[in-house]
């Protein structure tokens, strides 16, 4: 009788609790990104990358398999059919971020879990991944102070405070498989879901008898949307290989559970009392919000074992972007990435850093946000590495990737935000060819 072995059963069970208790901070983390640029749409939107694809500037529309080493690019679910082994990532990221106008600057710093992510190969041309990661992050908190009054006599100082907080995650199934001998075809069943707060409180500055008022919408989310893919490779000798890649989202319909709370309240010597009064709440209001439609296009060049270049346009529908039946005034969206890897020598023994995997990309996106008649841009330069780890066992092999990225959303011009950032991301990535073999016992 066949059963499987003793030491594959204890890696599933450690990895299913690893993996629980990870999956379980992720949804349970607080969001406290300092980002004004998220208080549109569904905040900054984070994109379904691992560090390794991150790091060359987030090509991956056609990034298949180009070394022994299995990576999951859940971007493009067509190529789950190139792993061969059990591929389990893990990751951490972290943001400082500086926001800066024309008179003041201010620093901020974030880290979380990032994404938990598990694939294996179900036939020898097919593979089925599934994992969670970060969708959206929302998180601001910002002030505008003015003078209202017809004269002097009456004029009163007023301050505006918007704040943000929350954000969406991704939970997704997919499964790819390869036909012949060049076509590769893939799509994700995903479940996004989360919470977006937002609130905006009127205060009267040097008044101690004036009432304050705060109005606070409260998004909860839920609902299943798909993403697709296809690779196409055509070979120029055993080793190098042009790849032409396609992945889409469609554009779906979540549900939301739209709560709206309007109080009024006394501020102090700048400290908040208690609420006088609720003025208005609105719980349980069932509504829809729904997503564009995305595109992203591909191409890549590979030599095996070696080096890998490539680059994508994309491009989304985000004027389509609705909030219980209302348009949020987004604009369409479109960007290029451009990058690569390169790795000396993938099986030097005595030089450690031959076998490292160099990355660097760059990456620009105008983004669905449009303040003062300008566009919001944002752009990135990437790098980062592969660090391969020591073996612990026969058939199984570890690597650490890291990943930086040094971008800019926004600038001075017409009185508006720049924000500066570099994001950190860390992932350990394992490949275990024994996994869910079955062995007799003697």
Request: aromatic share 12%; proline share 2%.
């Amino acid at each position: 009788m066949k059963l499987l072995h003793y030491n594959m059963y204890q890696k599933l069970k450690y990895t299913f609790a690893v993996g629980l208790l990870l999956t379980s901070l992720a949804v349970n983390a607080q969001v406290t990104i300092q980002s004004p640029y998220s208080k549109f749409g569904v905040g900054n939107i984070k994109g379904t990358l691992l560090p390794q694809l991150r790091a060359m500037g987030g090509i991956s529309t056609a990034v298949g398999k180009h070394t022994f080493f299995n990576n999951i690019n859940m971007q493009n679910p067509a190529s789950y059919a190139t792993i061969n082994t059990t591929t389990l990532d893990l990751g951490l990221s972290g943001s400082y971020t500086e926001l800066k106008n024309n008179s003041l600057t201010e620093t901020s710093f974030n880290a979380n879990i990032a994404h938990v992510a598990l694939a294996f190969p179900v036939t020898k041309t097919s593979a089925l991944s599934f994992g969670i990661l970060p969708y959206s992050e929302l998180g601001y908190n910002f002030k505008n102070t003015t003078n209202v009054g017809n004269t002097t006599d009456n004029q009163k100082t007023v301050s505006y405070l918007y704040t943000g907080e929350g954000g969406l995650t991704k939970a997704y199934l997919g499964y790819g498989k390869r036909f012949g001998d060049h076509l590769r075809l893939g799509a994700n069943i995903e479940y996004v879901f989360g919470n977006l707060i937002e609130s905006r409180s009127t205060e009267y500055q040097n008044d101690p008898g004036s009432v304050n008022s705060r109005i606070q919408d409260k998004n909860s989310v839920g609902g299943v949307d798909f993403s697709y893919g296809a690779q196409y490779d055509i070979r120029l000798d055993n080793k190098t290989t042009i790849v032409l890649g396609y992945s889409g989202v469609s554009n779906s319909t979540l549900n939301s559970k739209q709560e709206r709370y309007v109080t009024q309240y006394i501020t102090a010597n700048g400290n908040e009392g208690t609420a006088l009064d609720t003025v208005l709440a609105v719980a349980n209001n069932q509504a829809k919000l729904k997503l564009p439609l995305v595109h992203n296009f591909g191409i890549a060049i590979q030599k095996n074992d070696k080096w890998l270049i490539g680059m994508d346009y994309r491009m989304g529908k985000w004027s389509d972007f609705s909030i219980a039946g209302a348009q949020e005034k987004l604009q369409d969206t479109y960007g290029f990435s451009v990058g690569g890897q390169l790795t000396p020598d993938f099986s030097s023994i005595n030089n450690y850093f031959k076998r490292v995997e160099y990355r660097m990309g760059f990456q620009y996106d105008k983004t669905y946000i449009q303040m003062n008649n300008q566009d919001i841009k944002q752009m990135a330069v990437t790098f980062g590495l592969g660090l391969p780890l020591s073996r612990l066992e026969r058939g199984s092999f570890y690597k650490m990737n890291i990943t930086a990225e040094l971008g800019q959303r926004g600038s001075l011009a017409n009185g508006l935000l720049q924000e500066r950032y570099i994001n950190f991301h860390l992932g350990f990535t394992l490949n275990d060819s024994k996994w869910f073999q079955r062995f007799k016992f003697d």
